[in-house]
């Protein structure tokens, strides 16, 4: 037999370089996913977004939405487009599906909600561009978005953590999220002309551990 004659040794089988370094971004990739959920579920403490305790940021942010609201048009009889106002208190939760409690901490927001009987949604379009112009007055960078038809929704951030959402078909909510959880007792009245049994005041929504 001549060398040419001899079988040919059959080499390794190689995987392409692509295979290889996709699967190990793949490997790396659930690595890190794993380690972010389980730091998510057992060890994430809430993240405090403002500066002052919840009784005080229930204040503050209807300190603002006074100023936002203040120059937006009223009917004849005093009533602008909104028709309730809602002071509301959630418990602040972390981790996989929410299902971690923190006590001591809860997020609180101060909401004016358009009534549902009101069709003129044109008037309420052109409201969501003078809270906007009032936004950029306070140094604000509003963004504004078209949702369909008459819908338009106007969004900021505050540096304190107050954040700002206005929608042409619902309302005004200014919110924080978590802070420390305050003990004083707060009130002040509405900005616009609201019926008493429209003001809600101190709503909770409590999450069990």
């Known amino acids: ?15 392409p370089v692509y295979v290889v370094v996709s699967v190990l971004v793949l490997v790396s990739g659930c690595c890190g996913a794993y380690r972010w959920f389980i730091y998510d ?3 994430r403490p809430p993240m405090l977004t403002a500066e ?3 009784d005080k940021a229930l204040l503050v942010a209807e300190d603002l939405a006074g100023r936002l609201i203040s120059d937006l048009p009223v009917d004849d009889n005093g009533f ?3 028709d309730s106002r809602s002071w509301a208190t959630e418990t602040c939760t972390s981790g996989w599906d929410g299902h971690l409690v923190w006590n001591g901490f809860v997020s609180v927001s101060v909401s004016y909600d358009h009534d549902i009987n009101d069709d003129d949604l044109a008037r ?5 561009q003078i809270i906007a112009d009032e936004l950029e007055s306070l140094g604000l960078e509003p963004t504004q978005e078209q ?6 929704s106007v969004r900021a951030d505050r540096d304190d953590g107050l954040s700002i959402l206005y929608t042409s078909d619902g309302g005004l909510r200014i919110a924080t999220d978590c802070v420390v959880q ?3 007792a707060v009130y002040t009245p509405p900005h616009v002309r609201i019926s008493p049994a429209d003001d809600h005041q101190d709503l909770e929504w409590p999450r069990s551990e």
Not at 2 to 13: E, G, H, S, V
């Open 1 to 15: 037999m001549t060398d040419q004659d001899a079988p040919l040794a059959q080499r390794p089988a190689r995987w």
């Open 41 to 43: 579920i057992e060890e």
């Open 52 to 54: 002052y305790e919840s």
């Open 80 to 82: 602008s487009a909104f």
């Open 124 to 128: 309420r379009v052109e409201d969501a």
């Open 147 to 152: 949702h369909g038809q008459g819908v338009v």
């Open 182 to 184: 305050g003990s004083e």
